[in-house]
């Protein structure tokens, strides 16, 4: 049984030494020239006046995941558009379905005013 298994430590093994012989050259023979500008704090231009672990509004995040779902309804539109005609009348019931339950939650979303920016 680990005869199955060799190939596969094997492989894990050269990648770990490849790995770190990448990362320990980069340590020894990168140069190290520090100056104040690269070693400053940089967002957009000027120092930071904020704390970088600031709490976000919840709506952030509610957008962020409706962003998350249609983009992932594209991705399943676009094979579904593909294959439609091998598929038939039964893919085209189930992408309705599927698509009827996103629209089902975006007027959920946009009622409940998850979508409004103030």
Known sequence: MLEQYLP?????AIGTI???????M????GSRHPDPAKDSPYE??????EDARMKFDVRFYLVAILFIIFD???AFLFPWAIV??????????A???????LIVGFIYEW????????
């Open 72 to 74: 992932l309804e594209i």
């Open 8 to 12: 596969i430590l094997i492989f894990l």
């Open 111 to 118: 009622r409940k005013g998850a979508l409004e920016w103030e």
């Open 84 to 93: 439609l005609d091998t598929i038939g009348l039964f893919g085209l019931v």
């Open 26 to 29: 980069g340590f020894l023979m």
């Open 44 to 49: 957009c231009g000027f120092e930071a006046f």
């Open 95 to 101: 992408m309705a379905i599927f698509l009827g339950i």
């Open 18 to 24: 490849v790995g770190g012989a990448a990362l320990g």
